[in-house]
């Protein structure tokens, strides 16, 4: 069924041109090899008031990774409100989050539709628990706040094949974007927040020339020949909180301490955001 | 093809007010109801709310019809005196039954550019069905549309064009006045100059509101002298009003 | 007015009765000799400042960021590739020669039947305003009557403007020889063409379509002025990437510049694209550059809507002015609006303004000679716009 509120392409099936022969020239020719150290992440751009008639908004651009044909993330954020809730709605005695996380159809290799598909409403839902954990909730009962991301740039290699499965692995560093993005949002907006939070990820990654797996900090796919696992992490600095763990991957169940590595790590990325973040609001507020 | 416009009022029993108008191979029944009660997001707390819905004689409408009813609904609210009906809702069905075919045209079922010459059809049909309503009103309106139409060289201004004609059309204007003379719409596409514009605008006007003879009745005398084609629309909209009250009031 | 205790600071007043207040500024009262200006401090006719930035988006095929005050709009161009099999009501045109000559045959013509492009929904067009770009347009609802309405006009205009040409959107295969399947190619495929039998000529196998997606990042009011500038800026950035038909994977294949070329497919202007291996690609061809330029009436009485004795009564208070590029505030306020799309580009830029649409409704105030008028400073805009474009 075709969407009548939209203007619908040609009735049939339209494909994107496919690449000379599959995968094996992309692999050869795209892996780079992590260009910073392991425990860096890249350099990120952010400001906020982008959206002059919301009440909060903030545009995060991440650096690409220098070679060109890979893109960077790039996010904006709106935020409106604290507004009453709708009459229809049961009493809250406390704020209510609606976060909504859209990829633009431009965003990624494949153009994505106009409705949300199930990986954008995971996105919303993580990124709604990652902000519950900051917002002082109690102070705006019945009232709520429309959190929207739009991902204008998904972070993704145009030239990798499809074959590694690394949309997965893109869905995190999207989501740690979205949380630092949103954090500055909220506090462009004046809504209370016990501290900012921001978003990192660490993986496990394993590289050909390597013995054993090695951690590193905001990662790219198309850097590392494969990622093991990857947790994403939204961190309160000055509380030292976690308020949303987003762990995926495959792991030995014995070795416990490579998830708290891992989780260590993720935080460490997370802070290393989160000094972007205070000095981008320190430069609105000075 | 007809282009003597055909109208009748009153078709419905139900509605309020209704008209079907017939032109250029288009047929239109429209419907009003109103006024009535807004809904609370419809409401507004100075004016009538205008409610314009744009049926598609096959399928469910698109985002044409979107604009289509943007299009009539702006032009609407600007003849019905909204001040009058503080918080209600005027409603306007307009349902499309009919579209010129052509075995020459390729005819597509959905497509989302705004279809110009169903636009004066649409403006009429609503208007008609107003007055049948007898929603009050500012003033009424008389729509046309005038193609230009390049042939060997010369240009020439095709009124009531044929999908043959938009075809070839280089541009398509559709134009509406009020019954003060006053250019209520103005919808124009193609390639044209200023120049162009100003002689489209003059055939339109002369299409629109010739003078109204003062004299009643169905006897209208239509000049078949008159080079540019097309008919009067004033005059054919108050003997079409006048045609329907004298057959109310043939009792008396 | 209350008394001069309570007076209240200049946004507020301008939030409780906007009409009253933008009013005064347009219009001073005789003792204060302030020059008339609007409440965002531009004169009557002035428009916003256009900024435009181009290849910005990786994944498309053109983009373009337009920002023009506090509306900032992004517009991504992505080709996809539709084979003639997928297509429920093709009709094939035998060969590419007669083809072209029937294009030429149409264009002389000069209609507006668009043919192929209108047919088979090459070029899909789509407004994206639910992102929060101002409070009244919030996600999880379906595209509001004003995203249809723009995504309509946008889709009309790219057609009866003729922005893009159907012929490069075309894909070939000449069954014998794989040969290039470029727009760029023609020439010599016709002459190959020649040498055979008509049956193996290049066949059409496939469309490009272009799926032209805009979101709103901002919107203070103008959408549709801004939108139409980042579609021009972001197809005239659009640069397909070259392919070759492939009938056993009957898919589109890219070609990179390290592949030996083929014989034909040398006259392609590729474009020394980004990284090792590089895609060919080639430049969009884009016709003419319409820019489209929005204004607003004020009139002095709120809403034309008068009463039955006020219309009967002279024309007492019934001011107007006509706000160029309005802004949010303003729109609200304004009733009659009128979008004029021109195109100087004709002749060198020395020849006749062509107009390629006029819209104008919802009120009475704008007759003939305003209209008129109006032409010259659509064409004062055009300039701005192009300047902004290069």
Not at chain 2, 144 to 151: E, G, L, R
Request: net charge negative; charged share 20%; glycine share 8%.
């Amino acid at each position: 069924m075709s969407d009548r509120r939209r203007i619908n392409g040609p009735v049939g099936a339209t494909i994107p041109p496919v690449s000379e022969d599959g995968a094996s020239r992309e692999v050869a020719g795209s892996r780079g090899g992590r260009s910073r150290p392991p425990n860096a992440i890249r350099k990120m751009y952010l400001k906020t008031g982008v959206t002059p008639s919301a009440s909060g908004s903030a545009y995060l651009e991440i650096e690409t990774s220098g070679r060109s044909g890979v893109s960077g993330l790039k996010l904006s954020c709106t935020v409106h409100g604290p507004r009453s809730l709708p009459r229809s709605s049961p009493f809250s005695p406390h704020i209510i989050l609606s976060t909504h996380v859209k990829y633009a159809p431009f965003a990624t290799r494949q153009r994505r539709g106009y409705l949300r598909d199930p990986s954008e409403r995971d996105l919303g839902t993580h990124l709604e628990a990652a902000l519950r954990g900051a917002i002082i909730a109690d102070r705006w009962p019945k009232s709520g706040v429309d959190i929207i991301v739009s991902i204008i740039e998904g972070d993704q290699d145009r030239e990798t094949s499809k074959t590694q499965g690394d949309e997965s692995w893109d869905l995190m560093n999207a989501l740690s974007g979205c949380i630092t993005v949103a954090s500055a949002a909220l506090a462009d907006a004046g809504i209370d927040c016990v501290d900012t939070v921001a978003g990192g990820v660490a993986a496990l990654v394993s590289d050909k020339g390597d013995a054993s797996p090695s951690i590193v900090i905001d990662p790219i796919p198309s850097e590392h020949d494969r990622i093991l696992a990857a947790c994403c992490i939204a961190y309160l600095p000055t509380r030292d909180e976690v308020t949303n763990l987003w762990f995926k991957g495959d792991l030995p169940a014995s070795d416990t301490e490579l998830y708290t590595k891992l989780v260590e790590k993720g935080i460490q990325a997370s802070a290393k955001a989160n000094r972007v973040l205070v000095e981008c609001l320190g430069e609105t507020v000075g | 093809m007809t282009v003597i416009p055909e109208a009748t009022l009153s078709v419905l029993p139900r509605a309020d007010g209704s008209a079907r108008y017939a032109h250029a191979g288009y047929t239109v029944t429209a419907s009003v109801n109103g006024p009535i009660e807004a809904q609370r997001r419809d409401e507004h707390a100075f004016e009538a709310h205008v409610d314009v819905v744009v049926r598609p004689a096959a399928g469910t409408g698109g985002t044409r019809e979107r604009h289509l009813e943007s299009i009539i609904e702006s032009s609407l609210t600007q003849l019905i005196l909204v001040k009058n009906f503080p918080r209600q809702l005027i409603q306007i069905v307009l349902q499309i039954e009919t579209t010129p075919d052509n075995d020459y045209v390729n005819t597509k079922l959905v497509q989302a550019s705004l279809n110009f010459p169903i636009v004066p059809s649409l403006l009429q049909a609503a208007v008609l069905a107003l007055i049948s309503a007898a929603v009050p009103m500012r003033a009424t309106a008389t729509a046309s549309v005038v193609a230009v139409v390049s042939q060997e060289g010369t240009k020439r201004l095709v009124v009531d064009p044929s999908p043959r004609d938009l075809e070839q059309a280089q541009s398509v204007h559709v134009l509406a006045f009020t019954s003060h003379d006053e250019l209520l719409l103005a919808e124009s596409e193609g390639d044209f100059t200023v120049k162009e514009w100003d002689g489209v605008y003059e055939a339109a006007l002369k299409i629109c509101c010739r003078p109204t003879s003062t004299k009643a009745g169905i006897d209208v005398m239509l000049d078949d002298s008159e080079d540019a084609a097309g008919s009067d629309m004033r005059q054919f909209l108050r003997s079409t009003v006048e045609a329907k009250v004298a057959a109310d009031l043939y009792w008396k | 007015m209350a008394a001069p205790s309570l007076s209240f600071s200049r946004p507020v007043f301008a939030k409780l009765s906007p009409h009253p207040y933008l009013l005064r500024t347009l219009a001073p009262q005789p003792p204060s000799d302030a020059a008339a200006s609007r409440t965002n401090g531009r004169a009557p006719q002035e428009a916003r400042p256009v900024h435009i930035h181009t290849s910005s988006l990786s994944h498309a095929h053109g983009s373009a960021l337009v920002r023009t005050g506090d509306t900032t709009v992004i517009c991504g161009v992505r080709g996809e590739v539709l084979p003639v099999a997928n297509i429920p009501q093709y009709r094939p045109q035998a060969t590419q020669q007669q083809q072209d000559d029937g294009d030429e045959r149409a264009d002389e013509r000069g209609g507006l039947g668009r043919g192929e492009l209108k047919d088979y929904d090459l070029l899909v067009p789509n407004i994206e305003l639910a992102t929060g770009c101002a409070p009244q347009f919030l996600p999880g609802v379906p595209p509001t009557t004003l995203a249809q309405t723009l995504s309509t006009r946008v889709y009309s205009l790219l057609h009866s403007c003729r922005v893009v040409d159907p012929k490069s959107l075309r894909i070939w295969y000449t069954p014998p020889t794989e040969v290039g399947n470029n727009m760029d190619t023609e020439e010599q495929q016709r002459q190959q063409e020649e040498a055979d039998d008509g049956d193996d000529g290049p066949q059409l196998v496939a469309y490009w379509v272009l799926y032209i997606d805009l979101l709103f990042v901002s919107l203070d009011g103008n959408p549709f002025d801004a939108a139409w500038a980042a579609v021009m800026a972001a197809l005239r950035d659009t640069k397909l990437p070259a392919v070759r038909w492939d009938p056993d994977r009957q898919a589109a294949v890219l070609q990179n510049n390290s592949q030996p070329t083929t014989t034909t497919a040398t006259a392609a202007a590729a474009v020394p694209g980004q990284g090792k291996n590089s895609i060919k690609t080639t430049p969009l061809p884009v016709a003419g550059l319409p820019v489209a330029c929005t204004a607003a009436v004020f009139p002095e009485k709120k809403h034309g809507g008068e009463s039955m004795a006020a219309s009967a009564a002279a024309t007492v208070g019934n001011r107007h002015w006509i706000l160029l590029d309005p802004d949010r505030s303003e729109e609200t306020l304004c009733g009659e609006t009128i979008t004029m799309v021109v195109d100087c580009s004709s002749g060198g830029g020395g020849g006749e303004t062509r107009i390629k649409s006029i819209e104008k409704q919802g009120g009475v105030v704008l007759g003939r000679e305003l209209i008129r008028g109006f032409a010259g400073v659509a064409e004062k805009r055009w300039k701005e716009v192009r300047d902004a474009m290069q």
